[in-house]
């Protein structure tokens, strides 16, 4: 399976032929490969497309859809897999409610990719014989599509179980949505990200979220104190839950996304259940997932702070401008948390924002120093 240099498929034919076939509703989380499909949806057929919050939630959904007679499809990068072994296995193939994989393949063997995709690549396909998914390449002729979905249908409708398609990368053209208003007045996440890391001071340990988060942490503010999580979306605060327990003596930052801390709301409550003291919780919002072409996530319509605070967080915010900010991060640390604080942001960043220079092992050691000096 390889990159198609100028066979990419229109993203809005893939979409009319999966709902022609009758394929639907679409339930996911963003992937580059995947987010034209992503973004036509939205705009196309926003009632049939649900921006779930984890892959695992998605696949659940699905198979209620299953349930009162629809063929649903999930849109999935294999990263996300890792969510979705569980209720593909006990139960999709328990209950024999089959629906229709859109995996993406990043880390594909032989082809150069960052350090987090590399071994779930290697283990894509193997992962899903191993769950007795059947799993074919995406069409590589929008021709073949509709044939490869009867034969999905066909497979589907005989066991009862799960089927893949497996998306490479340059297998859909982008495609333009289009213009989304921005508030103005808000400031972009790096001018946010300056203003939280100024404001927590140089000793604070600083866990940044995967993604242009700790792209842009690391471009313009790297220290040994800063840890920047690759891949493992949702993850940072819990990392930095574990960082704050036990370095009690240290002021601990983490610098969140709302598609990120949505895709793991369950930490909210298990930081507001422990109360470590020295945590600081910044969610950076932009209502999107931004690094996959910007389609919508549900944040929109959540209180995160009456989240943290029903959770126990001693102290919440919601601000959207440097000053507030600065006074929010100011108010909280010289009390006990753990504190919260949402940041609404607008969506943007540098079109030359590169990849974090500082190997994943290497920043792991140095902050594991940093912690203890």
Known sequence: ???????????????DTLVTAGFGPFAGVPCSYLGPLISVLQDKYPESYLAAANEGEAVAVSAGAQLTGRRPVVILQNSGLGNAVNPLTSLCHTLRLPVLLLITWRGEPGRPDEPQHRLMGNITLDLLTAMEIRHESFPRHLVDLGSALAQAAAHMDATGLPYALVVPKGALAPYSRPPQPAPSARMFREEAIAEGVRA?????LVVATTGKTARELERDWD?????????????????????????PGRSVVVLDGDGAALMRL??????????????????LDNEAYESTGAQSTISAGVDFCAVAAACGYRTTADVASG??????????????????????????????LGRPGLAPPDAAARFRTAVSS
């Open 1 to 15: 399976m390889t990159v198609r240099p100028g066979g990419a498929l229109d993203a809005v034919a893939v979409t």
């Open 200 to 204: 927590a001071g140089g000793d604070a």
């Open 223 to 247: 220290r040994p104190g800063n840890l920047y999580v690759v891949g493992s979306m949702g993850c940072a605060s819990s990392i930095g839950l574990g960082v704050a327990i036990n370095a």
């Open 266 to 283: 369950e930490a909210i409550a298990t930081i507001g259940t422990r109360a470590p003291s020295n945590l600081l919780h910044l969610v």
């Open 323 to 352: 000053e507030s900010l600065r006074a929010a991060v100011a108010r909280a640390l010289p009390t006990d948390g753990p504190h919260f604080v949402r940041v609404r942001i607008r969506a943007g960043s540098d079109p030359a």
